[in-house]
């Protein structure tokens, strides 16, 4: 059964770091395309960032320079790595698995964790 | 960026009745397009992807049709279980996909 677990979420200040981390059994990370979105608190869904089974990273324009996503084939687990936090990054973080051999769809999701950035 | 719409933003049925959501993209995503339906306090649920193929365990209620700008989720049947935010996203410019801003189903 495929699962996807995030953790790592929290309360963080104005400017700082926080990674975070989601651990996926049922298949292997690096075989796939993982995705990261985000929901802000009562809005919409929003694409941060993708990994692609051969390792090539993306990124939003909103996150870009700021976020980083990687990967670690020994633990099979999805990281965001997240510096620069401002208040508009406040949300629920989901980590996700593309469609297999349709990139561009979501059909595994975690359940989320969220990240508040506020003083 | 693509921008998607959705309309309208929250509609209210019954029990029974056919419900139709549009999405509207801002230029053409060819068939490139996904349904989702999130229920309160959980992960978005893949329904519908590349304008009308229906995910595997998705009941057959559940029809997307469209191509191009214009696309439209229809439930044939509404079910109480099926209250819930139902987005579209555009997968056209992959990797950056954009979503609707979704549409609020409430069963009356």
């Known amino acids: 059964e495929v699962q996807l677990v995030e953790s790592g979420g929290g309360l963080i200040q104005p400017g700082g770091s926080l990674r975070l981390s989601c651990a996926a059994s049922?298949?292997?990370?690096?075989?796939?395309?993982m995705t990261w979105v985000r929901q802000a608190p009562g809005r919409g869904l929003q694409w941060v960032s993708l990994i692609t089974s051969g390792g090539r990273t993306h990124y939003a324009d909103s996150v870009k320079g700021r976020f980083t996503v990687s990967r670690d084939t020994s633990t099979n687990t999805l990281y965001l790595e997240m510096n620069s936090l401002s208040a508009e990054d406040t949300a629920v973080y989901y980590c996700?698995?593309?469609?297999?051999?349709?990139?561009?769809?979501?059909?595994?999701w975690g359940q989320g964790t969220l990240v508040t950035v506020s003083s | 960026d693509i921008q998607m719409t959705q309309s309208p933003s929250s509609v209210s049925a019954s029990v029974g009745d056919r419900v139709t959501i549009t999405c509207r993209a801002s230029?053409?995503?060819?068939?490139?397009l996904a349904w989702y339906q999130q229920k309160p306090g959980k992960a978005p649920k893949l329904l519908i992807y590349a304008a009308s193929s229906l995910q595997s365990g998705v009941p057959s209620r559940f029809s997307g049709s469209g191509s191009g700008t214009d696309f439209t989720l229809t439930i044939s049947s509404l079910q109480p279980e099926d209250s819930a935010t139902y987005y579209c996203?555009?997968?056209?410019?992959?990797?950056?996909?954009?979503f609707g801003q979704g549409t609020r189903l409430e069963i009356k």
């Open positions: 230029q053409s995503v060819s068939s490139w």
């Open positions: 996203q555009q997968a056209y410019t992959f990797p950056s996909i954009t």
């Open positions: 049922g298949f292997i990370v690096s075989d796939h395309y």
């Open positions: 996700a698995r593309d469609l297999e051999n349709i990139a561009g769809y979501i059909d595994y």
